[in-house]
């Protein structure tokens, strides 16, 4: 029998049956009783799907809130070590390329510096890396002493960039690599350096041959060779044998052809120098202008005699000798000696009574001139003394700077200060001593306020002399009359380039135009003065005068009237009852030192017609980066 595999499927059929028809006649309870809802509502709804209370397959219960949380810290721990692996390995690197410095010549910013493990040092001038007894990683620098004292500007600048790079570095190796924002203190001594000495004496530099590095020393001005006792640019010494404990040098170099600014730097650093109980001692070897005693007064006597010039360095500042030049005033004097000597709870115009304090003693001690000028300046003094003091007048004197110097102040950026702002301030002055409310209570002033008016004078000095013929200023008379500086009108009204021309035509092809200093003090002008090779570029005129020949005795001897008639103008106008200048110039500056801080600044007898200037400062970063 064949079955099949397919079986019948159940089915479920509703039969009618008498008692399930439903009858018109059922009643109403019958019929709510077999087809009402009560039952449903007398027990709940079943549940599609509640999970089961007995685990399935065997697994316990896992919360989803758990397993994130496991999840999270898993990967929180797997970041966390990773980080501090590669913390570890990065101090570990560091701590072994620190150590390996001395055996290995660094590279650092783009150069390689020097590690010499002996004497075995090459002729040059160079920051050196070392390794002291404990291991730790410590710098130097090294100057040959075969090397002509003093440096280049140049080679000042840059072996001052390269060690405040190197220390930086080195500090920051200390710290294990954490970066070191902000500038140091002035004081604050750096751990990393060993001064020149005292690597000397631990045989990471050579030593110095006896003799050697201490003779033939050239006295200023002299032009004879000095025993060692005497220091260039310095006066014979008390004839003590002893080296200085700590010094300063400073170099006289004008690298911008301008005068005001090195004797600023000169005034501030014999302050500085008296300030830190150093020695000081001035070096003009290289100085564009000559000699130093050509124009001052030999300056004050040093008690012992000078390092040698290879134990001298630019920096750092805690250095115990010391060199301070044009081209490391940024160094010398900048952010970190400002951050020192500035009072900033001070107003703006008296925060810089500490470093005013600085320029005034150096003044005080060396701003002396040299005869004949020192005698042209009393007989000056006096005439002005008997022909407007002794007549209860007053002087003024103006300053007005043109050539290459602008204002600061906004608006006159591109040009220059009027005159006539020169002349309204002097006039406004004049008045202010004699008004009718004052002249009770003058003391210099005549009897009458007109009297003073009258007899009062307003001196005028000017690197332009076409200012002195300005109608503005037709009032005033000049500062001095010993040196002036030509206008090529008056030079053509002497002698005219065409008659130089006439006196030999065949010979001469062609003769260059009387060249004044109309339009003010120029640089590529000064650098010109008797040297025609120079042209009248500044840059090419310095590098050549270092590199290729020094300055001739007539270009010398140009260059000293300007400086002098510079020097004189200053002095005069230093001993005026009030001065009036613009403080962008560097010599309104010095005229305000020549005041005081008493009388020139907090009692307003010298007075700032520049107003991008707040107030007088010494020297300011737009001195060396303009």
């Avoid at 990683?137 to 390269?162: D, G, N």
Wanted: hydrophobic fraction near 35%; include cysteine.
């Amino acid at each position: 029998m064949i079955h099949s595999a397919r079986q019948a499927r159940p089915t479920s059929t509703f039969r009618r049956t008498a008692s399930s028809t439903p009858s018109f006649n059922t009643s109403a309870d019958e019929f709510s009783r077999q087809f009402g809802f009560q039952h449903l509502l007398a027990s709940p709804l079943p549940s599609p799907a509640l999970p089961s209370i007995v685990p399935r397959h065997g697994k316990k219960p896992t919360s989803r809130v758990l397993r994130t949380t496991l999840r999270i810290l898993y990967r929180l721990t797997v970041y966390v070590s990773g980080l501090l692996l590669t913390y570890w390995l990065l101090s570990f690197f560091l701590r072994e390329n620190s150590s390996s410095i001395p055996s290995t010549p660094p590279i650092i910013g783009g150069r390689e510096y020097k590690s010499p493990g002996g004497n075995d040092i090459s002729q040059d001038v160079t920051s050196i890396i070392v390794k002291d007894s404990s291991g730790t990683s410590r710098w130097s620098i090294s100057i040959s002493p075969r090397i002509e004292f003093p440096l280049r500007p140049s080679q000042y600048a840059e072996l001052c960039a390269e060690a405040d790079h190197i220390a930086r570095q080195l500090r920051e190796l200390e710290v294990h690599g954490h970066h070191l924002g902000g500038s140091r203190g002035y004081y604050q001594t750096d751990s990393t350096f060993i001064d020149v000495g005292e690597a000397v004496k631990l045989g990471f530099l050579p030593a110095v041959e006896e003799g050697k590095d201490l003779a033939d020393y050239k006295s200023p001005g002299d032009g004879k060779e000095q025993k060692a006792s005497e220091s260039r640019g310095s006066p014979q010494g008390t004839g003590s044998e002893t080296v200085c404990e700590r010094t300063l040098t400073f170099v006289l170099e004008s690298v911008d052809a301008g005068l005001g600014k090195t004797l600023m730097g000169l005034w501030m650093s014999y302050g500085l120098a008296k300030e830190e109980g150093r020695a000081f001692f001035i070096d003009d070897a290289h100085w564009a202008y000559g000699q130093y005693t050509t124009f001052f007064a030999s300056p004050p006597k040093a008690p012992c005699l000078p390092p040698p010039p290879s134990h001298r360095v630019p920096f750092p500042h805690q250095a115990r000798h010391l060199v301070v030049s044009a081209s490391t005033y940024p160094w010398a004097f900048g952010h970190s000696f400002d951050h020192e000597f500035q009072d900033s709870h001070a107003s703006k115009p008296l925060q810089s009574h500490r470093a005013f304090a600085l320029a005034r003693a150096g003044h005080d001690a060396l701003f002396h001139l040299a005869t004949p000028d020192a005698d042209y300046l009393s007989a000056r003094l006096l005439q002005l003394e008997s022909n407007v003091r002794s007549k209860g007048g007053i002087t003024v004197g103006l300053h007005v700077r043109r050539g290459d110097c602008r204002p600061r102040e906004a608006q006159y950026s591109d040009s220059y200060i009027p005159l006539s702002t020169f002349s309204n301030t002097a006039q406004d002055l004049v008045f202010s001593k004699y008004s009718p409310d004052d002249a009770d209570d003058d003391d210099d002033g005549g009897d009458l306020p007109a009297a003073g008016i009258s007899t009062s004078r307003v001196i005028l000095a000017s690197d332009d002399p076409d200012v002195y013929t300005a109608p503005e200023l037709a009032s005033t008379e000049r500062v001095q009359s010993q040196i002036l500086l030509a206008s090529k009108s008056a030079l053509d009204a002497v002698r005219p380039s065409s008659a130089r021309a006439e006196e030999d035509p065949a010979f001469v092809k062609f003769v260059e135009p009387n060249v004044g200093w109309e339009g003010g003090f120029f640089a590529s002008v000064f650098w010109g003065l008797g040297n025609a090779a120079a042209g009248r570029s500044a840059a090419r005129g310095l590098r050549e005068e270092r590199a290729v020949r020094p300055p001739s005795e007539e270009t010398l001897k140009l260059r000293g009237y300007v400086a002098r008639a510079y020097l004189l103008e200053l002095k005069i106008l230093g001993q005026a009852d009030r001065v009036v200048c613009g403080a962008s110039s560097m010599g309104c500056r010095l005229l305000g030192v020549m005041k005081g801080w008493e009388r020139g600044i907090l009692g307003k007898e010298w007075v700032n017609v520049d107003g991008g200037v707040a107030g007088w400062v010494g020297l300011s970063e737009q001195d060396w980066a303009g």
